[in-house]
């Protein structure tokens, strides 16, 4: 235990001296692509470096001339089938490194049963398990009215589950669920658990095209395990997404040996760093490779044989 602490201050004592502000090209709240937008059918993918190289230092020298000083440039989460382009970032001195992958679940069959029914009878059996355990528990959509009331009880199950995150980035305001609704419309959307009045899990999703993307959610620790509440969350956004006609679920990086354990399958997101400082530069994969969060994980496969 002694050894464990002492790595973890080390790390944390690192990470101190490493901290800089950081101009990021992605979303820190959500995984995948959503820092910029190409048409590769129309620019080949040297061309779009070359571009958002271009649009990144004019940032950097607007915000300095400005008196805000962003010595390190991050361009988050670039697709497998663009990795390509990856290798002109590294030609540009960017350093090359990925975190934990972006789990995807594909949705090919008609519909939720037909879902369960590819399963194979272990894991079958364990869904039908878990969604029993939620008899008496009344599952709704929340409106923006019913979210606002329920704010800080919200927020509290949020922070339960954040706290405890192998991976977190960011630490969320507490009214911004409550404006992705307003802003969003019909594109977001809040379920909760109840029993009674008491909002027991809640978990939050955003329509972008055909993929739904499961965003952030909360729930009570100390009835997870007699309810299942995260795993019936999981459940739920599959049936969602049915429901919404979308192709794929984006369950996002964390929790990677649950989510495969419901048929997401992981997918690597590549990212890419430069310090301004040629000579910090010389030392950025070095320090990722120290910092960066390591989850071991067993990846499960619960489909049928040929499925």
Avoid at 85 to 91: D, K, L
């Amino acid at each position: 235990m002694f050894f464990h602490g002492l790595a973890q201050w080390f790390k944390r004592w690192v990470a101190g001296k490493t901290a800089a502000d950081i101009l990021i090209c992605g979303n820190m709240l959500l995984t995948g692509e959503h820092g910029y937008f190409f048409d590769y059918q129309k620019i080949n993918n040297d061309k779009a470096v070359e571009l958002l190289e271009k649009a990144l230092d004019e940032v950097v020298d607007i915000m300095g001339r400005e008196g805000i000083k962003m010595p390190v440039i991050l361009v988050k989460d670039i697709a497998p089938e663009r990795r390509g382009h990856g290798s002109a970032f590294v030609e540009k001195g960017f350093t090359e490194f990925c975190i934990q992958p972006n789990m995807l679940l594909e949705l090919p069959y008609e519909h939720f049963e037909a879902y369960l029914s590819a399963m194979s009878t272990k894991y079958r059996t364990r869904a039908k398990r878990a969604m029993k355990k939620m008899e008496g528990i009344e599952k709704r959509e929340m409106s923006q009215v019913e979210i606002q009331r329920e704010l800080p009880r919200i927020y509290a199950l949020y922070k339960e589950v954040a706290k405890n995150a192998g991976f977190n980035m960011v630490d969320l305001n507490e009214y911004y669920l409550l404006a992705l609704k307003r802003d969003l419309g019909h594109a977001f959307s809040m379920s909760g658990y109840f029993q009674g009045d008491k909002l027991l899990a809640f978990y939050t999703t955003i329509r972008n095209g055909e993929e739904l993307e499961a965003h952030f959610l909360g729930y009570d620790k100390a009835l997870n395990h007699d309810l299942q509440l995260y795993l019936n969350c999981l459940y739920d956004i599959i049936r969602q997404g049915f429901e919404a006609s979308c192709k794929t679920i984006v369950f996002a990086r964390t929790a990677l040996e649950i989510k495969s354990s419901v048929g997401a399958v992981p997918h690597d997101l590549w990212c890419y760093v430069r310090h301004q400082n040629t000579l910090v530069n010389n030392f950025t994969g070095t320090i990722l490779e120290y910092l960066k969060p390591v989850e071991e994980w067993v990846p499960r496969h619960p489909f049928k044989e040929g499925v």
